[in-house]
Nanobody
Framework: VQLVESGGGLVQPGGSLRLSCAAS????????ATWYRQAPGKEREAVAQ????????SYAESVKGRFTISRDNSKNTVYLQMNSLKVEDTSVYYC?????????WGQGTQVTVSS
């Protein structure tokens, strides 16, 4: 089981990024997926989740209306589209899934929002 995030980078306030989380070793479409973030000195927080059986989506209040979680089952990948980015969105972003009885994590991707 492996999760690999990509798509992070440096962006100006108001800009957009799309993060990808590619899974291997399991069929991602059969499992819930969650995007988390962790800023320096802060606890890791969940920002977006997509849950079975209906692929229902939920978001932290701080990102609601700006972030969108989605899946591409043909690519075994989950995405996080981030629009209207703010300086306070600066964090390392991780994707996670509970697979085969344990929580799997990716290595994280850095998102920096700065002018």
């Amino acid at each position: 089981v492996q999760l690999v995030e990509s798509g992070g980078g440096l962006v100006q306030p108001g800009g957009s990024l799309r993060l990808s989380c590619a899974a291997s070793g399991f069929t991602f479409s059969n499992y819930d997926a969650t995007w988390y973030r962790q800023a320096p000195g802060k606890e890791r927080e969940a920002v977006a989740q997509i849950t079975k059986p209906l692929d229902s989506r939920s978001y932290a209040e701080s990102v609601k209306g700006r972030f969108t979680i989605s899946r591409d089952n043909s690519k075994n990948t989950v995405y996080l589209q981030m629009n209207s980015l703010k300086v306070e969105d600066t964090s390392v972003y991780y994707c996670s899934a509970f697979v085969y009885g344990r929580r799997a994590w990716g290595q994280g991707t850095q998102v920096t929002v700065s002018s």
